[in-house]
């Protein structure tokens, strides 16, 4: 941008998420200049993919939809971008120990279905362990936890503590675990990194119950950022980080690498631990810099595997596994049935990360392929593509699937996550009351922050 040309903004977004986009574009229609900064060299976030073959798309980030997702189902549909039911017909294979059974039905974070081949008491003990949970989880309010004694008891405690004191067998104990790294409940995380109260709370708002991963979208979710700048025209800018946001009682300036951009306000759309590495003049208040100080991001890669065909439905298989073999915990079935291709996708979350990560790339990939050629056969283990997105690496994000609480966070430093601070309003997934950690819940914190700033922008 030359030096002649500088105008005053009247909203700068930080960062080119979902959530910063759904801001710019709410306050572009209403009729204000605004302009996107983004560090990366590309837009989009978490919201990100490729594609690999005619109508097959992967996405390196969020891939699913689910039908209370109200604003991302809004979303899609004013965009007219088209939907599929995730694929799902065949049966599951279940690994446990180093045994392999198939069968007709899904756990994931609650069960539907058949027992998988396990013990009926083993069974029946993460069953009964689930009710409690279930019941603890809804005895919580939607809103954000707050202060109250009940709150800051079970934010006092770690997951783990909690699955030890309420499982009785390995299985019961495992399938914990299993669910909050594979499922998140807004990480992942291992059991004894998170605040008890923050996985209850990730239950409560973001449920599996309600199915979140029940549909794909045809041509990538990653197709969707760029749809969104389209109708920004170039008020974007990428390659530009910022470093620095300074306020006053008339505006804000902000500083990149390169640049320096002034506005009447401004948006930090990006998860709180990474908007926490701005400089902020005056400083933030003391316990907005404790609570990013204490806002990990989930430690999770994520990897797509393509073949010429889905090959498992011949054996009957839905292309879905869980289990506790050495890397892979999950994987499900991502082909667009209008490609003919077979599409894998795959995580390595948690502690399996950190052994994993320390190994060659070629180390790496037959690893997850011997490990899914165990649930699938050895079909799996000759692909056509092999991806891998490895989120904790990337400096602009920092971790996947989204952030979590450690113990004490919710209860002493909460009330800060979506606080504006003067001039400064906030956004971003992981600031969501309702689909936090989900492509739902940054459209939320979008619209909302770009809403905050059209009144005041109104009033002033
Ligand atoms: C592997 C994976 C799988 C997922 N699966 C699903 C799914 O199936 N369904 C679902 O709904 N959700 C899923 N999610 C979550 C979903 O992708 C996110 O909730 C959503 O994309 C977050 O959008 P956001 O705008 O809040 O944040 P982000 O997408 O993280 O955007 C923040 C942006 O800020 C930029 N930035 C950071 N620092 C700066 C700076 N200093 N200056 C300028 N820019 C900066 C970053 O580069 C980034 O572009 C998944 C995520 C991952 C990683
Ligand atoms: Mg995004």
Same mark, same amino acid.
């Given at each position: 941008?030359?030096?002649?040309?500088?105008?005053?903004?009247?909203?700068?977004?930080?960062?080119?998420?979902?959530?910063?986009?759904?801001?710019?574009?709410?306050?572009?229609?209403?009729?204000?200049?605004?302009?996107?900064?983004?560090?990366?060299?590309?837009?989009?976030?978490?919201?990100?993919?490729?594609?690999?073959?005619?109508?097959?798309?992967?996405?390196?980030?969020?891939?699913?939809?689910?039908?209370?997702?109200?604003?991302?189902?809004?979303?899609?549909?004013?965009?007219?971008?088209?939907?599929?039911?995730?694929?799902?017909?065949?049966?599951?294979?279940?690994?446990?120990?180093?045994?392999?059974?198939?069968?007709?039905?899904?756990?994931?974070?609650?069960?539907?279905?058949?027992?998988?081949?396990?013990?009926?008491?083993?069974?029946?003990?993460?069953?009964?362990?689930?009710?409690?949970?279930?019941?603890?989880?809804?005895?919580?309010?939607?809103?954000?936890?707050?202060?109250?004694?009940?709150?800051?008891?079970?934010?006092?405690?770690?997951?783990?503590?909690?699955?030890?004191?309420?499982?009785?067998?390995?299985?019961?104990?495992?399938?914990?675990?299993?669910?909050?790294?594979?499922?998140?409940?807004?990480?992942?995380?291992?059991?004894?990194?998170?605040?008890?109260?923050?996985?209850?709370?990730?239950?409560?708002?973001?449920?599996?119950?309600?199915?979140?991963?029940?549909?794909?979208?045809?041509?990538?979710?990653?197709?969707?950022?760029?749809?969104?700048?389209?109708?920004?025209?170039?008020?974007?800018?990428?390659?530009?980080?910022?470093?620095?946001?300074?306020?006053?009682?008339?505006?804000?300036?902000?500083?990149?690498?390169?640049?320096?951009?002034? !506005?009447?306000?401004?948006?930090?759309?990006?998860?709180?631990?990474?908007?926490?590495?701005?400089?902020?003049?005056?400083?933030?208040?003391?316990?907005?810099?404790?609570?990013?100080?204490?806002?990990?991001?989930?430690?999770?890669?994520?990897?797509?595997?393509?073949?010429?065909?889905?090959?498992?439905?011949?054996?009957?298989?839905?292309?879905?596994?869980?289990?506790?073999?050495?890397?892979?915990?999950?994987?499900?079935?991502?082909?667009?049935?209008?490609?003919?291709?077979?599409?894998? !996708?795959?995580?390595?979350?948690?502690?399996?990360?950190?052994?994993?990560?320390?190994?060659?790339?070629?180390?790496?990939?037959?690893?997850?392929?011997?490990?899914?050629?165990?649930?699938?056969?050895?079909?799996?283990?000759?692909?056509?593509?092999?991806?891998?997105?490895?989120?904790?690496?990337?400096?602009?994000?920092?971790?996947?699937?989204?952030?979590?609480?450690?113990?004490?966070?919710?209860?002493?430093?909460?009330?800060?996550?979506?606080?504006?601070?003067?001039?400064?309003?906030?956004?971003?997934?992981?600031?969501?009351?309702?689909?936090?950690?989900?492509?739902?819940?940054?459209?939320?914190?979008?619209? !909302?922050?770009?809403? !905050?700033?059209?009144?005041?922008?109104?009033?002033?």
């Amino acid at each position: 941008m030359l030096e002649t040309e500088i105008t005053n903004y009247d909203c700068i977004v930080v960062g080119s998420g979902l959530s910063g986009l759904i801001a710019a574009r709410n306050l572009q229609r209403a009729g204000h200049q605004i302009l996107v900064l983004e560090a990366q060299d590309r837009i989009g976030g978490r919201m990100y993919g490729q594609q690999i073959a005619p109508n097959q798309y992967i996405d390196f980030g969020g891939q699913w939809v689910g039908p209370t997702q109200d604003r991302f189902l809004a979303l899609l549909d004013e965009y007219k971008i088209p939907r599929f039911p995730s694929p799902l017909e065949g049966k599951t294979v279940f690994l446990y120990n180093g045994h392999r059974s198939e069968f007709n039905g899904f756990f994931q974070g609650f069960a539907e279905g058949e027992r998988p081949e396990i013990s009926q008491e083993e069974w029946d003990d993460a069953i009964q362990a689930w009710h409690r949970f279930e019941e603890l989880s809804q005895s919580l309010p939607l809103e954000h936890p707050g202060r109250e004694p009940e709150h800051k008891r079970l934010d006092a405690q770690t997951f783990a503590q909690w699955i030890g004191e309420n499982t009785k067998t390995d299985f019961g104990h495992w399938y914990f675990s299993y669910m909050v790294r594979a499922v998140g409940f807004l990480g992942p995380a291992e059991p004894g990194e998170v605040s008890l109260l923050h996985v209850l709370w990730g239950n409560r708002c973001a449920s599996q119950s309600e199915h979140p991963e029940a549909e794909l979208i045809h041509g990538g979710a990653g197709q969707i950022p760029g749809v969104i700048a389209a109708e920004l025209g170039n008020q974007i800018q990428i390659n530009e980080p910022v470093v620095k946001i300074s306020q006053d009682q008339v505006g804000v300036e902000v500083t990149t690498g390169q640049n320096s951009y002034k !506005a009447q306000f401004v948006i930090v759309a990006m998860p709180p631990y990474l908007s926490g590495r701005i400089n902020y003049d005056p400083p933030l208040p003391a316990t907005r810099q404790q609570l990013t100080q204490r806002f990990p991001m989930g430690t999770l890669a994520k990897i797509l595997i393509s073949y010429e065909s889905p090959f498992w439905r011949e054996k009957g298989l839905a292309g879905v596994g869980m289990g506790n073999s050495q890397w892979i915990e999950l994987f499900a079935d991502s082909s667009d049935p209008r490609s003919g291709k077979g599409v894998i !996708a795959t995580f390595v979350m948690g502690d399996h990360y950190h052994h994993w990560q320390v190994l060659t790339e070629p180390e790496r990939r037959s690893a997850i392929l011997s490990d899914l050629a165990a649930y699938l056969g050895d079909q799996a283990l000759l692909p056509t593509t092999f991806d891998v997105l490895d989120w904790p690496a990337n400096p602009w994000v920092g971790g996947g699937y989204a952030a979590f609480l450690p113990p004490g966070v919710w209860t002493n430093f909460g009330d800060a996550i979506a606080t504006p601070v003067g001039r400064i309003h906030w956004a971003g997934t992981e600031i969501a009351e309702r689909w936090p950690g989900f492509f739902d819940g940054a459209v939320r914190t979008g619209e !909302a922050a770009a809403a !905050a700033v059209i009144g005041r922008l109104s009033g002033e």
